[in-house]
């Protein structure tokens, strides 16, 4: 059984800046990608930024230059350094996880999402 839990999410002023933590339990063989998703009111899910297990990371276009992704193997925990805000930022936030089991068996892993509401 593998779980991912996000923290960090809350309530900013714009310019302002928040960090999203997300944590990987369970019986976990390998963690390959991990990254970050956002969904707003009325708008699908998107793609924020993903960080591979060698540390090569990629960012949404909206998000380049103000966001920041990392990661701690030894914690298999991801995070996201959110700096200047903006209300457009506003969405909950979910954690994926491109992992092995201990089995071997391969899947992509979410977590429960943290709610980020960035005031104008």
């Known amino acids: 059984q593998v779980q991912l839990v996000e923290s960090g999410g809350g309530f900013m002023q714009a310019g302002g800046s928040l960090r999203l933590s997300c944590a990987a339990s369970?019986?976990?063989?390998?963690?390959?990608?991990m990254g970050w998703y956002r969904q707003a009111p009325g708008k699908q899910r998107e793609l924020v930024a993903v960080i591979t297990n060698g540390g090569s990371t990629n960012y949404a276009d909206s998000v380049k230059g103000r966001f920041t992704i990392s990661r701690d193997n030894a914690k298999n925990t991801v995070y996201l350094q959110m700096n200047s805000l903006k209300h457009e930022d506003t969405a909950i936030y979910y954690c994926?996880?491109?992992?092995?089991?201990?089995?071997?068996?391969?899947?992509?892993?979410w977590g429960q999402g943290t709610q980020v509401t960035v005031s104008s």
């Open positions: 994926n996880a491109d992992l092995r089991t201990l089995g071997g068996r391969w899947n992509d892993y």
């Open positions: 369970g019986i976990i063989s390998f963690i390959n990608n």
